[in-house]
């Protein structure tokens, strides 16, 4: 079965860096766009980032260009979010996600505060 496990959450103070990695399991994993979405305290979703199949195209919200990259191993079946410049705001649960579908997975705390 579909499977997504997110990793690399925690605490960071503001200007600081993490990384996040999903990994997928139980589909052709190189055919499938993969979001990361982020749900921040008593807010509603927001998508973060997407890269398509082959990693060659990426999107990305306002607010996080320039500081997070996302790219994707499809020998390991992973993508990562590599997220600088942290701030305060960006404190939420994120998440991976296949477009078009109900498969999430679990959620990774990232918590920016000093």
């Known amino acids: 079965q579909v499977q997504l496990v997110e990793s690399g959450g925690g605490l960071v103070q503001p200007g600081g860096s993490l990384r996040l990695s999903c990994a997928a399991s139980g589909f052709t994993f190189s055919g499938y766009w993969i979001n990361w979405v982020r749900q921040a305290p008593g807010k509603g979703l927001e998508w973060v980032s997407a890269i398509d199949g082959g990693g060659g195209t990426t999107w990305y919200v306002d607010s996080v260009k320039g500081r997070f990259t996302i790219s994707r191993g499809n020998a390991k079946n992973t993508v990562n979010l590599q997220m600088n410049s942290l701030q305060p705001e960006d404190t939420a649960v994120y998440y991976c996600?296949?477009?078009?579908?109900?498969?999430w997975g679990q959620g990774t705390q990232v918590t920016v505060s000093s």
């Open positions: 996600h296949i477009p078009g579908t109900n498969y």
